[in-house]
Nanobody, 125 residues
Framework: VQLQASGGGLVQAGGSLRLSCAAS????????MGWFRQAPGEECEFVAR????????YYGDSVKGRFTISRDNAKNTMYLQMNSLKPEDTAVYYC???????????????????WGQGTLVTVSS
């Protein structure tokens, strides 16, 4: 599996962006796909994840109620709709897939074994 993230850009605070992560290769129903982000000088932060088969989602506390993760099985694509953006959302956003079974909520970076390149999101105040 290879991942290609896109959709980043510059937006004003309060605005919206939608990120996409297109997967090439077979996505098995057991896979979990997620978004992480990393701001300059900061640790990598979990944003959201979705189970490929059921579509059930889980979010990091800092984005709950503002971001929505989804997937389109037919297009092999995952999305992150980001609303009410804040300057602190500025970061490089990475998509990833967990191909192996793990315990927990799949909110840790080391649970993911395939990563896409990042896409930069900049939110101006």
């Amino acid at each position: 599996v290879q991942l290609q993230a896109s959709g980043g850009g510059l937006v004003q605070a309060g605005g919206s962006l939608r990120l996409s992560c297109a997967a090439s290769g077979r996505i098995f129903s057991t896979y979990v796909m997620g978004w992480f982000r990393q701001a300059p000088g900061e640790e990598c932060e979990f944003v959201a994840r979705v189970r490929w088969s059921s579509g059930t989602s889980y979010y990091g506390d800092s984005v709950k109620g503002r971001f929505t993760i989804s997937r389109d099985n037919a297009k092999n694509t995952m999305y992150l709709q980001m609303n009410s953006l804040k300057p602190e959302d500025t970061a490089v956003y990475y998509c990833a897939v967990a191909t192996l079974w793990n315990r927990g909520n799949y909110d840790r970076k080391n649970q993911y074994d395939v990563w896409g390149q990042g896409t930069l999101v900049t939110v101006s105040s």
